[in-house]
């Protein structure tokens, strides 16, 4: 089939365009961390007057961007390994097994995605703060109380992406194992988890993603001590200045891994997705 | 124990329990708990001074609920002003992120050089951490300093440089933001759609002497339908919940044009601390969000079968 000059042209324009938009920002971000404070402060320039790394240095004691870096990274870590390792296994039983309660086990769990954060947020906030009250344990303003929060925020989705790559397993490897003596979990670690290690990798990612990107409950259950980078970014702007470099070079810092992480497994997301979505 | 070789599945049928069991307790304790108990909160009158222990609140049935949804009281017009903004909000963004995603989709089908760069490109927003990229746009809408109002003036679009955080401006903002935010989710989705639709679908359609409209109404878009069906209702249910971009863009308190259902409720709980009245505000908006749900699938189920 070929393209006519039409469609040519309305391809151009209409990625020309949508490059554009995309790319705005990310210009913006890169191009601002470069820029010394004096440039940031004034008009607007398209380029730096004089390239400059020193925001990238600035920032580090402008606020305890490294404290909240560490905070982010152990508590997005750990949600994501914690939740990948129980999809795993809810995975595997919804995959391989017709038990009474399969379908209400998926239809809940992904229906609790469609609940407003807010609705969840008021009461979770109360529970862990008076457990707290009550028996010492420490889960509001903790951790470990935002490690419990994310962990199931991204089970859900983690449980419907890992169905979807073990459904692409083929039965007959189960099988085999079996013949050969394998118990279920022996099928499951020998079999089906070396066979999905892409997908499981991606929902990890997915997973990391989801908890490094949280606002709304970092916002209001972390203190001074656990903030996370989602809030901790916001302390670049004090009364009387914004320190507009070294936001954009904070915020460069905490993109680009996960950017170029989420960009290496693209291709297992879009096969996640797909086998999700159109079932 | 036995020691016979039968199938393991035969063998323990409760296997399957177990195997979900870390996912029921920690789904119970994050999401059915606390749903269990905003209900019981918004039948409680809950400030501030009984937060330290709320078994002493005192019970006031369906109050807050009067209250938050009396469209002539001050709270309930207030919350019915929030929910008209949020419904305009979330059918502009979740439009015009279809249509992105959608003319994306379909002039990256036919290869040429560039493609998989731009594919990779476009995908870039939706893994950009939201702060990050909320607070660009924050720099980018600033009045005196950012990049929009300087292009503006460059161009003599305008005499006064406009506030986009504050009056007005705002909700375009705001919609910009989602919209940049959300259609890459909308591109990702629709690409993988577009590649079940073999290509002899196309050379037939061509051979009948479709043009390039004809072929997208009658060949791309029945094709895509399970795609944009599940796609749209997530696309709505993300943005009319979304906290994240107006809380980064414009902190705990929007402006009124832009002043979202979840930002409100949020300030209502947090900022006047009536963490009653809040949470009968959630669960009207989680009843809302479930009626509209149910309708939807019923809606595009009963036309699947139809088709």
Same mark, same amino acid.
């Given at each position: 089939m070929r393209e006519t000059a039409a469609e040519r042209w309305a391809r151009r324009v209409v990625l020309s365009l949508l490059t554009a938009f995309t790319v705005t920002p990310l210009y913006v971000m890169i191009t601002s961390a470069a820029k010394p404070l004096r440039d940031v402060q004034g008009a607007f320039t398209w380029l730096p007057s004089r390239p400059s790394a020193q925001a990238f240095i600035d920032m580090w004691s402008t606020v305890p961007l490294g404290r909240y870096l560490v905070n982010s990274l152990v508590v997005s870590g750990v949600a994501a390994l914690i939740s990948v390792a129980i999809a795993i296994f809810a995975a595997f039983a919804v995959s391989r097994y017709r038990f009474r309660g399969r379908q209400i086990f998926t239809v809940t769990a992904l229906s609790?995605?469609?609940?407003? #954060?807010i609705l969840f947020l008021l009461p979770l906030f109360l529970i862990y703060v008076n457990l707290g009250n009550a028996t010492?344990?420490?889960?509001?303003?903790s951790r470990t109380g935002l490690i419990i929060t994310y962990l199931t925020f991204s089970l859900p989705f983690s449980i419907w992406m890992l169905v979807g790559y073990f459904d692409s397993i083929p039965r007959g490897l189960d099988e085999a194992a079996q013949v050969d003596g394998a118990g279920p979990l022996r099928t499951l670690f020998r079999v089906i988890l070396p066979t999905a290690v892409p997908g499981v990798v991606a929902v990890t990612v997915y997973a990391f993603m989801t908890a490094w990107g949280e606002v709304l409950f970092a916002s209001v259950m972390t203190n001074e001590t656990s903030r996370t980078l989602a809030v901790g970014?916001? #302390?670049?702007?004090t009364q009387y200045n914004v320190y507009w470099n070294q936001v954009m070079a904070a915020s460069l810092v905490v993109s680009v891994p996960v950017v170029a992480g989420f960009l290496m497994l693209q291709r297992y997301f879009v096969a996640g997705l797909t086998a999700g979505a159109v079932k | 124990m036995t020691t016979t070789t039968a199938p393991a599945r035969r063998q323990r049928p409760s296997l399957p329990y177990l195997l979900l069991l870390p996912a029921i307790v920690f789904e119970l304790l994050v999401h059915v708990v606390p749903m269990v108990v905003g209900v019981w909160m918004s039948l409680l009158e809950l400030t501030q001074f009984q937060?330290? =222990?709320?078994?002493t609140a005192p019970f006031v049935g369906l109050d807050n609920y009067r209250t938050a949804l009396d469209v002539n009281g001050a709270a309930g017009e207030e919350l019915l002003h929030s929910f008209w903004v949020t419904v305009l909000y979330t059918v502009a963004s979740v439009g015009l992120s279809w249509v992105f995603g959608l003319a994306a989709g379909v002039f990256l089908q036919r290869p040429f050089a560039g493609r998989a760069l731009l594919r990779t490109l476009f995908l870039t927003p939706y893994a950009l951490p939201v702060y990050a990229a909320v607070i660009t746009w924050t720099f980018i809408f600033q009045? =005196?300093?950012?990049l929009l109002n300087h292009v503006l003036t460059a161009t003599g679009a305008v005499d006064d440089p406009p506030f986009w955080?504050?009056?007005?401006?705002s909700f375009w903002a705001l919609l910009v933001v989602s919209v940049w935010r959300s259609w890459p989710f909308a591109f990702l989705c629709i690409m993988a759609g577009l590649?079940?639709?073999?290509?002899e679908m196309y050379e037939a359609a061509a051979i009948d002497g479709a043009g390039f409209w004809r072929r997208l109404k009658d060949v791309t878009l029945p094709m895509l339908r399970p795609v944009n069906q599940v796609l749209i209702l997530v696309l709505f249910l993300w943005t009319f919940n979304d906290f994240n971009t107006p809380f980064v863009l414009f902190g705990g308190s929007a402006p009124d044009q832009a002043d979202l259902i979840s930002i409100h409720i949020y300030r209502s709980s947090f900022?006047?601390?009536?963490f009653g009245q809040g949470s009968a505000m959630s669960v009207a908006l989680l009843l809302f969000l479930l009626l509209v749900t149910a309708a939807y699938l019923l809606v595009t189920n009963r036309r699947r079968e139809n088709a």
């Amino acid at each position: 089939m070929r393209e006519t000059a039409a469609e040519r042209w309305a391809r151009r324009v209409v990625l020309s365009l949508l490059t554009a938009f995309t790319v705005t920002p990310l210009y913006v971000m890169i191009t601002s961390a470069a820029k010394p404070l004096r440039d940031v402060q004034g008009a607007f320039t398209w380029l730096p007057s004089r390239p400059s790394a020193q925001a990238f240095i600035d920032m580090w004691s402008t606020v305890p961007l490294g404290r909240y870096l560490v905070n982010s990274l152990v508590v997005s870590g750990v949600a994501a390994l914690i939740s990948v390792a129980i999809a795993i296994f809810a995975a595997f039983a919804v995959s391989r097994y017709r038990f009474r309660g399969r379908q209400i086990f998926t239809v809940t769990a992904l229906s609790t995605q469609m609940f407003p #954060g807010i609705l969840f947020l008021l009461p979770l906030f109360l529970i862990y703060v008076n457990l707290g009250n009550a028996t010492g344990i420490a889960l509001y303003a903790s951790r470990t109380g935002l490690i419990i929060t994310y962990l199931t925020f991204s089970l859900p989705f983690s449980i419907w992406m890992l169905v979807g790559y073990f459904d692409s397993i083929p039965r007959g490897l189960d099988e085999a194992a079996q013949v050969d003596g394998a118990g279920p979990l022996r099928t499951l670690f020998r079999v089906i988890l070396p066979t999905a290690v892409p997908g499981v990798v991606a929902v990890t990612v997915y997973a990391f993603m989801t908890a490094w990107g949280e606002v709304l409950f970092a916002s209001v259950m972390t203190n001074e001590t656990s903030r996370t980078l989602a809030v901790g970014l916001q #302390g670049y702007s004090t009364q009387y200045n914004v320190y507009w470099n070294q936001v954009m070079a904070a915020s460069l810092v905490v993109s680009v891994p996960v950017v170029a992480g989420f960009l290496m497994l693209q291709r297992y997301f879009v096969a996640g997705l797909t086998a999700g979505a159109v079932k | 124990m036995t020691t016979t070789t039968a199938p393991a599945r035969r063998q323990r049928p409760s296997l399957p329990y177990l195997l979900l069991l870390p996912a029921i307790v920690f789904e119970l304790l994050v999401h059915v708990v606390p749903m269990v108990v905003g209900v019981w909160m918004s039948l409680l009158e809950l400030t501030q001074f009984q937060i330290r =222990d709320w078994s002493t609140a005192p019970f006031v049935g369906l109050d807050n609920y009067r209250t938050a949804l009396d469209v002539n009281g001050a709270a309930g017009e207030e919350l019915l002003h929030s929910f008209w903004v949020t419904v305009l909000y979330t059918v502009a963004s979740v439009g015009l992120s279809w249509v992105f995603g959608l003319a994306a989709g379909v002039f990256l089908q036919r290869p040429f050089a560039g493609r998989a760069l731009l594919r990779t490109l476009f995908l870039t927003p939706y893994a950009l951490p939201v702060y990050a990229a909320v607070i660009t746009w924050t720099f980018i809408f600033q009045r =005196d300093t950012g990049l929009l109002n300087h292009v503006l003036t460059a161009t003599g679009a305008v005499d006064d440089p406009p506030f986009w955080l504050i009056g007005g401006n705002s909700f375009w903002a705001l919609l910009v933001v989602s919209v940049w935010r959300s259609w890459p989710f909308a591109f990702l989705c629709i690409m993988a759609g577009l590649q079940n639709v073999p290509a002899e679908m196309y050379e037939a359609a061509a051979i009948d002497g479709a043009g390039f409209w004809r072929r997208l109404k009658d060949v791309t878009l029945p094709m895509l339908r399970p795609v944009n069906q599940v796609l749209i209702l997530v696309l709505f249910l993300w943005t009319f919940n979304d906290f994240n971009t107006p809380f980064v863009l414009f902190g705990g308190s929007a402006p009124d044009q832009a002043d979202l259902i979840s930002i409100h409720i949020y300030r209502s709980s947090f900022i006047t601390w009536n963490f009653g009245q809040g949470s009968a505000m959630s669960v009207a908006l989680l009843l809302f969000l479930l009626l509209v749900t149910a309708a939807y699938l019923l809606v595009t189920n009963r036309r699947r079968e139809n088709a």
